[in-house]
């Protein structure tokens, strides 16, 4: 079992910034990738951006290609998010999110955080 615990959430004006964390715990060798989603109220939860685990390959959702930025610790234990030019839709609770190598084919997420809250207003 992977443990999933997100920070760094707060409220922040537009063209602001803010970086999420998300520390893992547990069965982190056993990591295939990791992720983070939001939801905003009213709407389905979509996908924010990835990185394969090992490689360190990503990807982002074209709503925030070239603002938001994914990383990770050197441990391999905690995922970021650098979050620049903030807008009002970006106003959502983010959660972290973790894939097992048992599970790479698969499009799902087995593990995922209890999220933290972004609001983005002036």
């Known amino acids: 079992q992977v443990q999933l615990l997100e920070s760094g959430g707060g409220l922040v004006q537009p063209g602001g910034s803010l970086r999420l964390s998300c520390d893992a715990s547990g069965g982190t060798d056993y990591v295939y990738a990791m992720a983070w989603f939001r939801q905003a109220p009213g709407k389905e939860r979509e996908f924010v951006a990835h990185m394969r685990w090992s490689g360190g390959s990503t990807h982002y959702a074209d709503a925030v290609q070239g603002r938001f930025r994914v990383s990770r610790n050197r441990a391999m234990t905690a995922l970021y998010l650098q979050m620049d030019s903030l807008r009002p839709e970006d106003t959502a609770v983010y959660y972290c999110?973790?894939?097992?190598?048992?599970?790479?084919?698969?499009?799902?997420?087995?593990?995922w955080g209890q999220g933290t809250q972004v609001t983005v207003s002036s």
């Open positions: 999110a973790a894939k097992s190598v048992y599970s790479r084919s698969r499009p799902d997420y087995d593990y």
